[in-house]
Each structure stands twice: as C-alpha cells, then as structure tokens.
C-alpha cells in the first residue's frame, strides 16, 4: 500500500491492482491488517505464542522499517529487507521446538549475509 506510487512508475509493478487503482488503499489496509491478525491467532493456536510473536513483529519490522527504508531507496534496504526475509526459518524452528536455538540462528545468518550479495547480483544482471 505504501508503495503503490512508486509501484506506478516501475515497468515491473505498474500493473498491480494499487497502482492502478483498481482496489482503494483503505480496503487493502483493512484487508492487510485483517491477514495479519488472523495470522497471529492462528499461529498461536495451532502452535505456540512464541512463533506467533516472531510473526507478528516480522510483519511489522517489514512493513514499518522496510518499506520506509525501501521507500528511501538507501543501500541499507538490502540488509533490511534480508533480515526479514530471514524471519520464516527462526518462525518454523520456534513452532516445532517451542524456543530459539543456536541452529536457528545460523540459519538466520546465512540467509541474511546471503542475501544481499544475491539481490545485487540480480539486480546488475537486470
């Protein structure tokens, strides 16, 4: 929602439904908001609080720090964007263990020192 401006003037996004105008911001912020709510609760019910926290913040972390930090176009948004990228594997490791491990870890540093060597890689071969 926050990007549909800019989603306008990129050949790559231009057709997305909030670019065009096709659905109002206010009904994707419900709808958005709706998802992450049930997203929450769902968790927590069927596995345990602890994951449905590190959603919850994942959600927000992406939505209030990348965005703003994509929306500035600065070189850190790799990085940024890479930690929550990074956030499903310590997600899936909290739901079947019920904590956070040093594997889980590891794992969110690969990822995350991973990913932005990738992005720019792709990004250059563009």
Request: charged share 10%; aromatic share 12%.
């Amino acid at each position: 929602m926050a990007d549909a401006d800019i989603d306008k003037v990129m050949k790559r996004t231009a057709r997305r439904p909030l670019a065009r105008d096709i659905v109002p911001r206010s009904h994707a912020l419900v709808f958005g908001l709706a998802l992450s709510v049930a997203s929450f609760f769902w968790l927590w019910w069927t596995t345990n609080m602890l994951s449905a926290h590190l959603a919850g913040a994942t959600i927000a972390f992406y939505v209030l720090v990348y965005t703003a930090a994509a929306q500035a176009a600065h070189v850190a948004e790799r990085g940024v964007g890479g930690a929550a990228g990074c956030m499903p594997v310590m997600i899936g490791w909290s739901a079947v263990t019920g904590t956070i491990q040093w594997p889980a870890l590891v794992m969110f540093a690969i990822i995350f020192f991973w990913t932005p060597p990738h992005t720019w890689a792709l990004a250059h071969a563009c």
